[in-house]
């Protein structure tokens, strides 16, 4: 019997978005969580004395800035060197072989896979054991062969496991590199397939196991609650025991926030203050919760929270702030919130101010615009010719979508809209906030 590590994903060094303002009042944890969670994974992998480690790819996040990337995880692997534990490493799209230019020697416990072709690593572990770890890494980012149907045949007398980083079919909405179906990996007659790209923890087949790890790190606020690895455990060559471990140090939530009985701005700050109290208490085992909130219905207060949403957004960080060292952080405030409903006139109600007449007509006269605007060739056009050079001063982090992940580096919908130039989307994105101008001003 032996037990084994589960892993993929970590993305190392790679920044958490939407922390930055976390990181300016004094916590790094914006820049070092990935690391954290290698010396969590490396600590779990020690204390249960597992037999051995896979790394289903996309350990690093591209090409390292610099050599203190690799160092540290040359300075990982070996504790678990030390304690004579093998790793077993496939190269993903985020660091194939094509993307990392700088390279370091590592512990000779350490193996990774080619990248021409499939190969076979064949380990006798000290109780007696023998695996045989089949696997290939990307030459390129975007593979789009199937490796799985090369992959060799199971070697007589060992427990098999298949290696490969795959988007199966564009699970989970990742890019579907290394496509492959179920029945490719199931037809190989492995014992257990260790899988990565999938950032979702996911068991897409019981038996025998074809496992997603899912990302020990959630990056950004598209990846809410534990992430974590996987324990497997192995008895007369046949899996007997799948186990989740959190190694994560920073943990996303996406709040929904009710406000309809919340009539003004300063109870709308007593409401989120106290979900992110109720959260931090439920959600947070211990860890920092990074928490997106999304703040919806119908109050009073909309106008209001539209014009001040910046304002608000800091009240609710200092909130977060105010529980304590380490606890809480708002990575952002999202406004989904509407207007009371205004009811129709009746025959008997008393004839409208002309001010609010006027009011009522412009707020119609807008309303049609909008709804025509995006249909308008010509200005759809002039919208794209006014924003392209406000686009290009935009710095890189903001700039960026990631074709791998989109919600990764950009997740805020007017901002992606001018990015792609979808002139519809950015103005259905930035609708509310013109009628709310109109309707109210900076009330």
Request: proline share 7%; charged share 20%; hydrophobic share 40%.
């Amino acid at each position: 019997m032996f037990r084994f590590l589960h892993t993929a994903d970590l993305h190392l060094d790679s920044a958490l978005q939407g922390l930055a303002g976390l990181d300016t009042q004094g916590s790094g944890l914006g820049r070092t969580a990935t690391r954290d969670a290698l010396v969590a994974l490396v600590d779990l992998a020690l204390a249960e004395n597992v037999a051995l480690v896979v790394i289903a790819g996309d350990l690093y996040d591209g090409d390292w800035r610099d050599y203190h990337t690799g160092l540290f995880f040359v300075e990982q692997m070996g504790r678990l060197a030390d304690q004579g534990i093998p790793v077993v490493v496939a190269q993903g799209n985020h660091d194939a072989e094509s993307r990392i230019t700088r390279s370091l020697i590592l512990p000779p416990t350490v193996r990774v896979f080619g990248s021409r072709r499939p190969e076979t690593f064949v380990l006798d572990l000290p109780g007696g054991d023998r695996v045989a770890l089949h696997g290939q890494s990307y030459k390129e980012r975007a593979v789009t062969d199937n490796l799985a149907l090369d992959y060799p045949a199971p070697v007589p007398g060992c427990f098999n496991m298949g290696v490969l980083h795959t988007g199966l079919g564009g699970l989970g909405g990742h890019a579907n590199y290394a496509p492959c179906a179920l029945s490719d990996l199931l037809g190989r007659g492995y014992d257990y397939w260790a899988l990565g790209h999938v950032h979702q923890h996911t068991v897409v087949h019981r038996h025998p196991p074809v496992v997603f790890p899912g990302t020990p790190q959630g990056r950004h606020a598209r990846e809410p609650g534990p992430k974590s690895v996987t324990l497997v455990e192995v008895d007369n060559g046949q899996v007997t025991a799948l186990e989740t471990s959190a190694v994560d140090t920073v943990r996303w939530a996406v709040l929904d926030v009710t406000l309809a009985d919340c009539p003004t701005r300063s109870a709308v700050e007593d409401r989120l203050a106290q979900v992110l109290a109720d959260a931090v208490a439920t959600q947070g085992d211990g860890r920092l919760l990074a928490c997106r909130l999304i703040l919806g219905g119908e109050t009073p207060a909309h106008t209001a929270l539209l014009a001040g949403q910046r304002d608000l957004e800091a009240q609710a960080r200092a909130a977060a702030l105010g529980l304590g060292p380490g606890r809480a952080w708002v990575e952002s405030v999202r406004l989904e919130t509407r207007p009371p409903t205004r009811p129709a006139p009746s025959r008997d109600s008393a004839p409208e101010a002309p001010g609010i007449r006027e009011g009522l007509d412009a707020l119609a006269g807008l309303d049609a615009f909008l709804d025509e605007a995006a249909r308008d060739p010509d200005l759809v056009e002039r919208l794209r010719t006014d924003l392209d050079p406000l686009v290009r001063r935009l710095p890189a982090e903001l700039a960026t979508v990631d074709p791998d992940d989109p919600g990764r580096l950009v997740d805020d919908p007017a901002l992606v809209a001018a990015l792609t130039g979808d002139a519809g989307a950015l103005i259905a994105a930035v609708r509310p906030f013109l009628m709310a101008r109109l309707d109210g001003g900076d009330a």
